[in-house]
């Protein structure tokens, strides 16, 4: 199929290269010129597990990017996956959604033929069909459900295993009040479909829309009550790990997500779980469980400063930070929860030096203050102390020789000889 995607961020740029690698046709709308240009070369503008190479193998036969709107008029369909960024109550900023939709359709104004567009980004219930479909009518002049149809396709790819989770997911939620929209997407998904384990969900659009963040909703709070759990599990002296490993075997509750730590972070589960809350009061209901949810969350790089502190005076110490992106695999900084643990130790009077493999250059800016190691073990060279904040596999194999104190408190439970240490401290074990 021949297909655009109006975008070209984390699910933009991955939507399209992995829909490239099952044989469509793609082109990238994006009015960033460097993204373009970096597309069009054969390099991914994002650090992603898998991108690399198939944005190589793919751009200038059947991947190639533009600022040009008009290129969706040769296209079959167009995927809407630009962002929707947090207004400071919580609540979705749409103005570049709206912004989009407004090209879209003024493009699409001079394409006579069927086109389906299908909105990917996540977006509160009704969003698709009160906000941007009367603005792809308005600026197209052709009424949604004559030759202009309209769904919804949320996706859910974690930072990391972006690609392996767009070409091996659990479902495929299709949300259409047309067959023919729908059929559109069965036909585009076909290949990942067929696959053995992938569910295809078809549903209206606006139990699509909920679905994405009902999905992220739950996995939020469980890791929350994973953490709440270990809290008091290390209250009673006990290794949380073992006791929700043995949880984990009953089959209603499942092992998944049941690594108790420092929390989550990045783009997804803080927006969505903010933006749920925000939508749920202004429909006049309060959502104190997802209230409680986010607190508990917020509570954890404190408690792992606070455990520091225990072991080290803070003020005048130099503290190593190992990790600042919010998971390993990926350079995403947004809500790490390794920026908490920065802040909270310069609070405190401490004197911060981070590591991290790839992320370093995402944070520099917003912290110039902090010095930034290359490498772990420069890292904890002269450090008193030292945290652990993302799982980086190489962390399994730190050496802590050059430290001026062997103190290490580990938020994420990274494989180490503790044996080389004069004190090590697990979060929540």
């Not at 974690?158 to 690609?163: C, H, I, L, N, S």
């Not at 809500?335 to 991290?356: H, N, W």
Request: aromatic share 6%; with cysteine; net charge negative.
């Amino acid at each position: 199929m021949h297909v655009s995607i109006v975008g070209s961020g984390y699910v933009g740029t991955t939507v399209a290269a992995c829909l490239a690698d099952l044989g469509h046709d793609v082109v990238n709308v994006e009015i960033d010129a460097e993204t373009v240009e970096t597309i069009n070369a054969g390099e991914a503008p994002i650090h992603e597990s898998g991108l690399e190479e198939r944005i190589a193998e793919h751009a200038g036969t059947n991947l190639r990017a533009t600022t040009d709107y008009a290129a969706v008029r040769e296209t079959d369909v167009t995927f809407l996956c630009l962002p929707t960024p947090q207004a400071d109550d919580g609540s979705l900023d749409l103005a570049i959604m709206q912004a989009g939709s407004e090209s879209l359709g003024r493009a699409l104004a001079e394409k006579d033929d069927d086109h389906l567009v299908v909105v990917k980004s996540t977006v509160l219930p009704g969003t698709t069909q009160d906000v941007v479909g009367p603005i792809l009518e308005t600026e197209s002049g052709t009424r949604i459900g004559d030759s202009l149809e309209l769904a919804m396709n949320p996706e859910f790819l974690r930072m990391g295993t972006a690609v392996e989770d767009f070409l091996e997911p659990d479902k495929v939620v299709v949300g259409a009040t047309s067959e023919g929209a729908a059929a559109t997407l069965r036909e585009l998904y076909a290949p990942i479909v067929a696959r053995e384990g992938t569910n295809l969900v078809e549903t209206d659009i606006r139990e699509a829309e909920l679905i994405k963040y009902a999905n992220n909703a739950f996995l939020a709070s469980k890791v929350s009550l994973v953490n709440e759990l270990g809290n008091i599990a290390t209250e009673y002296g006990a290794d949380a790990y073992e006791v929700l490993a043995a949880v984990g075997l009953d089959d209603r509750i499942s092992e998944r997500f049941m690594r108790s730590g420092l929390g989550w972070g990045g783009s997804c589960f803080p927006k969505d779980v903010d933006a749920l809350r925000a939508g749920a009061r202004a429909q006049g209901y309060d959502p104190e469980l997802l209230d409680a949810v986010v607190a508990v969350n917020d509570a954890q790089p404190r408690r792992l400063v606070d455990l520091l502190a225990e072991h080290v005076p803070l003020e005048g110490a130099r503290i190593a930070v190992l990790g600042l992106s919010f998971k390993p695999g990926t350079d995403d900084i947004r809500k790490s929860r390794a920026l908490d643990v920065i802040e909270s130790l310069q609070d405190r009077g401490a004197t911060v030096v981070a590591y991290d493999p790839v992320a370093i250059e995402n944070v520099r800016p917003a912290y110039p203050d902090v010095e930034y190691a290359e490498s772990a073990v420069d890292a904890l060279e002269g450090a008193d102390g030292a945290v652990v904040a993302t799982d980086w596999p190489e962390f399994d194999d730190l050496s802590f020789e050059g430290m001026a104190r062997r103190i290490l408190v580990d938020g994420r439970r990274i494989d180490v000889d503790t044996d080389e240490l004069d004190v090590y401290e697990g979060l929540t074990w």
